[in-house]
């Protein structure tokens, strides 16, 4: 039969719309916005002036290949500038990448509780999402390489992931990373690896720069405060560059973006200084609410999730309304498959105290 109007693909219509954290909460004025994981301290002083020097040649379109943002990322990280892309947000990258090496029939793999862009993206080709359980609220490598098939064309993994905020040792990485068929492209979406301080954790760089098949994200969304601008980047073997620049947009990356993006990434000391922040309050937070009674995730990340029981009066959903009511705005996860649990990004001293203080009247404690 044909359609009376027009029909998008097949998959489109089965995506549920990514619904970011909030914003505003009605009827209060000052509020902390702890519900997208953003850094609480801002980009680096340098970059807000790159980016407002450009407002002055806003008639000029961007340099389409982000020379200059590449070698500055190439030197910080002693990689190849030539096997780098950057992107509008690490979500044009990972779309990019979808669209690349996924369509009709294909599937793509990703952990329960992993991040809400790969089924968005997977669905959008007419590939199909498949989805690994994890365990403890973790990536199980085991059982992402059980749900490999001969339509497997993609595996996305978060590490650390969000919401949840765990990772894998870069062991179980290359573990997982050796068990892949060589046709199947693994893809680290490492965007809160500047916060992790573990021993056994690596980004990925060294498995890109040793295989065919793997490639990383990273993005100026979190430590460096450059969220509102969209600015990502990915790290891939050169064929996977090459495919990558053939179907991104020729300027993808607005000159506002790449400017603030290399005083940013070459800002060493404001990320130290925002790791270092993030570190004290992760631990003081995680503390904190564990003495309140309330089970907290470990994470590698720049936020916690927080699991609430499921008496009512106690609830997540009450939780978060309780917390709204006081500016507080935290991110409710039941897209995520987590309903009894709201996810925290640590914010300021003032917030992270405040939030806690919060949650123990709640809880009907007093802190
Ligand atoms: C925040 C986040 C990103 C970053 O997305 P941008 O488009 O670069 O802002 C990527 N992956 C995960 C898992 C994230 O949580």
Redesign the pocket.
Known sequence: MTATRPQPRKGVLQIDAYVPGKSSAPGVTKVFKLS??ETPLGPSPKAIEAYGAVGKRLEDYPDGSSSDLRDAIGRVYGLDPDRIVC????????NLLARAYLGDGDEAIHTTHG?L?YPIATLGTGATPVVAPEKDFTADVDAILSRVTAKTKMVFL?NP???TGTYIPFDEVKRLHNGLPAHVLLVI?A??AEYVRKNDYEAGIELVATSENVVM?R????IHGL?AL???WMYGPAHVIDAINRIRGPFNVSAPAIAAGIAAIEDAAHQEHSREHNTEWLLWLTEEIAKLGLHVTPSAANFVLIHFPHNKGRTAAEANAFLMRRGLILRQVAAYKLPNALRMSIGTEEANRLVVKALAEFLGQSA
């Open positions: 997208s994981n992107g509008a947000g690490s979500d044009d990258l990972l991040f862009v978060a992931n969000n919401p979406d965007a809160y994200t993005t100026f969304s979190k969220a969209r600015l990502g």
